[in-house]
């Protein structure tokens, strides 16, 4: 059974930090693409960060871009977003996803979401 479970997630002050971490099980976690989405209320859900299957490239949406880092541990089946500098716009449920695509497969898992929220 696939499962992708955030954890992490809660309330920080403006400025603050916090780490998000996705647990992956009941597929090869290796060969899949990691990313991290967001949705804030009322908005559609947006693409943050990205990593590929073997971590060595990243991709970061701009509002995120100096701000956020995404890594992964592979031994661990694990994906993480570091969330520094945080602004109240970046209050979201964050979501992890996994991808795996080639020309005959396309394979795409949700997570349940964890709730990020920047306020004073």
């Known amino acids: 059974q696939v499962q992708l479970v955030e954890s992490g997630g809660g309330l920080v002050q403006p400025g603050g930090s916090l780490r998000v971490s996705c647990a992956a099980s009941?597929?090869?976690?290796?060969?899949?693409?990691m990313s991290w989405y967001r949705q804030a209320p009322g908005k559609e859900r947006e693409l943050v960060a990205a990593?590929?299957?073997?971590?060595?490239?990243?991709y970061y949406a701009d509002s995120v871009k100096g701000r956020f880092t995404i890594s992964r541990d592979n031994a661990k089946n694990t994906v993480y977003l570091q969330m520094n500098s945080l602004k109240p716009e970046d209050t979201a449920v964050y979501y992890c996803n996994a991808r795996y695509k080639d020309y005959k497969w396309d394979y795409t898992y949700w997570g349940q979401g964890t709730q990020v929220t920047v306020s004073s």
């Open positions: 009941g597929f090869t976690f290796s060969n899949y693409a």
């Open positions: 990593i590929t299957s073997a971590g060595i490239s990243t």
